[in-house]
């Protein structure tokens, strides 16, 4: 039978790991750290659940979802609590609603741009404007700050898309590729000749849906009943995919320090022993994956090195509810960078999802770091705890000390799709094309979210198994 080494048991380390083993082969899982699910992280302190890492994923895209009812998960799916789907963004140093009729960057319609109370009449005027702004044609890459400037406007950059965009890639929009991470505008802009333009129609065609029984999403900023998570926390479905694994699969506290090709396949050397393997997949951040692969290819590791990532951290704070000034009617805010704050953004995690605080307790969950503010994420948890409750103190009137916190980093975990992004994949794929018994997965390639990772290692482990079979019958 053959053996493949799986380096990393992130969600898309067990995901590659749970293909493999579904597919016959026998499988090793080495993780580095005590336990699965990499940056995810679900924690119990007495009734409240608070998460580490990533709190909920996005329904729309399907790799999760099918996951998760494959492994009998289903019932234990819940979307952000009905009627509290609206979010705030601090302008001036006051917390906003986030105007509704916007989708991410741009306004739906012109209503929406009038009436949304975080840009000044200039800026709204300058962001109208788009509807009669020159199309791009160049086919080269862009910065999402570049398109969003030519497009929009400086003040649109700064009070919408900035906060909107950081929350989701903790990067620094300057350098973030638009063709890597939201391509549809380029599409919009080519299609209609303008953003708003394409947004309107799409929204006049979702109502259309509407009314012969369809859905409308009233956007505002992100969809949030797209959103979902377990009633269980995030946790749920790393410890499903580990607990499939067969007996003795799944290594945990087993760092892999080298990677050697030897004739028959793989030596995987770890901090206490070498195993042989026919096939790795190295479902690591690129940077530690080029770091694997260096004396095998150094081409290779060059590549991935050219993949940047930045550090993250997340404070969760437990309340008791009348501790908080602010009226908590939404599911949280972010914090444009203009704002000059130390936070990206907070959630309030006991009003966006059912069970995660009981009746009087509220949770919050304080994200901080990215590429524009690295010091925070490198910063001891004490002095993470420190900024971010001060920060809360100033922005939603807290008072008193938390009944409880909980912080910590993620060093160099989360992916940066610079521009030019989609050219260092391609060439990361051609090089890598080179080692037939390798697969190189993670969230450093084609997208960050947890159902990018998983339809990555899907892939990328439906391609391995072929060539592995391919092999068996040649
Ligand atoms: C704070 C935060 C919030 C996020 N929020 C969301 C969200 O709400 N929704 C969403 O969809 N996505 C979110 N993301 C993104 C998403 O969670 C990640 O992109 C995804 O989980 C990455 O999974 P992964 O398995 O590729 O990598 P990781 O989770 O980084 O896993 C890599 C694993 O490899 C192990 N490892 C490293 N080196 C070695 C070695 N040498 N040997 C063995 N093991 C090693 C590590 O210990 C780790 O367990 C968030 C990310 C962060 C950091």
Redesign the pocket.
């Known amino acids: 039978m053959k053996h493949v080494i799986v ?9 590659a790991a749970y293909r493999l083993h579904q597919a016959g082969i026998r499988v090793t899982l ?4 005590g ?6 992280g679900s924690v119990r302190h007495g009734d409240c659940l608070l ?8 329904s729309n895209k399907p790799a ?1 979802m099918e996951l998760a009812n494959e492994l009998g998960l289903g019932d234990q799916i819940i979307g952000t609590r009905a009627g509290v789907r609206r979010s705030f963004i601090l302008h001036h140093g006051t917390l906003k609603r986030l105007p509704e009729g916007f989708f991410l960057i741009s306004p739906m319609s012109i209503k929406a741009l009038i009436k949304t109370p975080i840009l000044s009449w200039p800026g709204k005027i300058r962001m109208g404007f788009e509807l009669f702004k020159g199309v791009r044609r160049a086919d080269s890459d862009e910065s999402l700050a570049g398109f969003v400037r030519r497009r929009f406007g400086k003040e649109a950059l700064d009070r919408i898309a900035q906060p909107m965009i950081a929350g ?1 890639y ?1 990067a620094d929009p300057e350098k973030l590729s638009l063709k890597a991470t939201f391509p549809a505008f380029i599409d919009m802009e080519r299609k209609h000749g303008s953003v708003i333009k394409a947004l309107r129609k799409r929204a006049k065609g979702e109502a259309g849906k509407a009314q012969s029984g369809g859905e409308v999403s009233k956007a505002a900023g992100p969809r949030y009943g797209l ?1 979902v998570t377990f009633k269980g926390g ?1 946790s749920t479905l790393p410890d499903a995919l580990a607990a499939r694994l067969p007996e003795g699969s799944l290594r945990l506290n ?4 080298g990677l050697k090709r030897i004739d028959e396949g793989w030596q995987v050397t ?1 901090e206490t022993e070498t195993l042989k393997a026919d096939a790795v997949v190295s ?3 690129a940077h ?1 994956s080029a ?2 692969l260096r004396d095998t290819d150094t081409e290779l590791a060059d590549a991935l090195s050219e993949i940047e990532y930045a ?4 404070v969760n704070f437990v309340f008791d509810r009348d501790q908080i000034t602010h009226s908590m009617d939404g599911i949280g805010a972010v914090i444009p960078a203009v704002e000059r704050r130390r936070i990206i953004a907070f959630s309030y995690s006991s009003v966006k999802f059912e069970g995660r605080a009981p009746e009087g307790t509220a949770v919050v969950r304080v ?1 901080m770091g990215g590429a524009l503010n690295p010091e925070v994420a490198k910063a001891p948890p004490d002095e993470q705890t420190r900024i971010a409750l001060e920060e809360l103190r100033t922005l939603i009137g807290v008072k008193g000390e938390p009944k409880f916190t909980l912080a910590g980093s ?1 060093q160099g ?3 940066q799709y610079h521009v030019g992004h989609l050219d260092r994949v391609a060439k990361i794929r051609e090089l890598a094309g080179a080692h037939t018994t390798l697969a190189i ?4 390639f084609d ?7 998983i339809r ?2 899907n892939e990328a482990t439906a391609a391995l198994i072929k060539r592995i079979e391919s092999e068996r019958e040649a």
């Open positions: 380096i990393g048991g992130g969600i898309s380390g067990l995901s080495l993780e580095a750290s336990h699965v699910g990499g940056v995810i998460e580490t890492g990533p709190d909920c994923w996005a999760a989701i903790t959103f995030m087993e760092r892999v320090t770890t479902a690591l951040p530690a770091t694997l550090g993250a951290a997340v994200f993620h975990a989360m992916a997965i993670g969230n450093g997208g960050v979210g947890i159902p990018d990772c990555n290692a």
